[in-house]
């Protein structure tokens, strides 16, 4: 992607601007997901990918793909929508990523420079017990969400993360990482993924879904099923997404964050 999706940074305060009406779950889920874009000179192509925020009481957690996470390098902003739509940036500086030793994720802790930025960054994340909220796999029959910045779409001028509704196509499975060629678990999507969302959510929001012609109603809530990994595909174009589970995501979390 170029470098014209470039965003100038926004002033102290402007964290603060939380979209608050929605039509819906998913559209209050929007908050929580951001676009993460390196900064190069105009020439160049900017590294871009998805992300999203999680907190625990007191610790605002960013979330993304390991191969996002070091493609980024040591300059890049975070792109989020705003209370007006508008874009909210930050740069950012002195993140220190922790890495999976064996999954495509990764995890920065945020610190902010002010309570009130902090508490404005606690509002528009999700609380981190939706990242086990449900077991997995997730059954077949239920519809997932996956939210991010496929292309850079959404992510300058009225800023808005893109979602697809999918199901997935697997339950656990064994595939080699596209980004290192070693061997993790996986949950396969029935569709495929694209650029740029690597590192974006994946939800069930409990929908009701489809059974033997008779309508299920018997979930509630929101639970993170996991992340973008990337496409499976072959010459004729992708076919699958890969998605990290996000039992990955508690176990680096745990991890790394106890004291958090």
Known sequence: MKSL???PLILTGALLQILTVHAGVTDDLAPCVVFLMQEVPASQEAIVGSGFLVHTDNAVFLVT???VARALGTSWRIVMPGGSGRAVTARANG?????SPTADVSVAVLKPDSADQLNALLKRSLPIHLLSA???????DIPLTVMGYPLGLGSSGYVSPLSLETKAASGFI????FDNGKEANFIVLQDPSIGGLSGGPVFDTG??????????TVREGVSVV???HGVISDKSGGKFAA????????????TNFRAE
């Open 207 to 216: 929908k009701s879904y489809f059974e033997e012609g008779r309508r299920i």
């Open 174 to 177: 064994t595939l080699k990482r």
């Open 95 to 99: 993140l220190e990523w922790r890495e």
């Open 65 to 67: 793909a390991s191969h």
């Open 243 to 254: 998605v990290v589970p996000a039992t990955e995501i508690v176990r680096l979390l745990s």
């Open 5 to 7: 999706y470039a965003l």
């Open 134 to 140: 449900r077991p997995l796999p997730p059954s077949r």
């Open 226 to 228: 996991g992340l973008i």
